[in-house]
């Protein structure tokens, strides 16, 4: 298994959902050639979000082609049916929602079988959330991914609260000598960036600031 302790931070984890969908191979290599060292890819449901995206045959094909972490990030109503054939199509991380299965033995569960499967496992919560309900598994999980905006689409504004989120996501495991490594989603980009590093974001997630301009290098690094 990647161990993502032994990755660099901050990080930035370019998000797909915004790179030009006909050309997605060139896409992961310009965020591999500007320093990234995850690539974020949206799975949509249409279900637990409305829109579709990325499926499996997506992170099939862009495995092989990079050697960054290649994080999945399930915006999908049944993870516990769908998280193995992801680890399978060769993701390093597999991110699932909280509020797709609200229920603690399911989540302990699909962590178990996905840590089997040899990936790291995220869990994420959405804004409304309350940061209280990812207590139980903080000891198990490899990443903690705090969306900064409704899940569903690129391109929106930045929830000024997730900063405290951060600080309140962290007081979870500041006695704990295990610590997820901490990432935020969500209007990302040169203003938002400092403020999340100096709350303790770890991997910056950023869609719209980097895909669809010729300075994307330039942008990725003005993020760190
Ligand atoms: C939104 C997705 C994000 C999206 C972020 O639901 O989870 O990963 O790509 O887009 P930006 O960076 O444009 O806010
Ligand atoms: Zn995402």
Redesign the pocket.
Known sequence: MKNLKHISYPAVAP?L??ADPLHLKEEALKAEKAGAQYL?I?VMDGIF?PAHSFGLEVVKELAPVTKLVHDV?L?IANPLEAALAYVEAGAELVTFHYEALPMEAKIHRLIQTIHQAGANVGLSIKPNTPVSVLAPFVNELDLILL?S?E??????SFLPASLERLDEIRSLFVSSSHHPVLEI????NEKTAPLALAHGAEVL?????LYGHPDFEERLRSLL
């Open positions: 998000s959902l915004s974020h949206d979000v990030h915006m969306m905006v899940p569903g689409k690129g391109g929106q989603d969500g209007g990302i997630v950023a869609g719209s600031y």
